[in-house]
């Protein structure tokens, strides 16, 4: 994903984490700032490592494409 393909994604959008959790994007710039239910801390995710899954979600990938 670039950076300006994630600055049209919308506040709340539902993201596949790698490690299989789900969470919710809610800042984004130069990387992507995930909350995650039952976290306390904004996961920081690489623009280049989402993409788009479809149905209006994002998923994490393992590598950056």
């Known amino acids: 994903m670039t950076k300006e393909e994630l600055l049209k994604c919308e506040n ?3 993201v596949l984490l790698a ?3 789900f969470g919710v994007l809610i800042r984004w710039g130069q990387e992507a700032g995930v909350q995650v239910s ?3 801390d904004i ?3 690489p623009v280049e490592r989402l ?3 479809g149905g209006g979600a994002l998923i ?3 590598e950056a494409k």
């Open 51 to 53: 993409a788009d899954k």
């Open 60 to 62: 994490e990938r393992t």
């Open 38 to 40: 039952g976290e306390e």
């Open 19 to 21: 490690d299989g959790k």
């Open 43 to 45: 996961r920081w995710i």
């Open 12 to 14: 709340n959008t539902p």
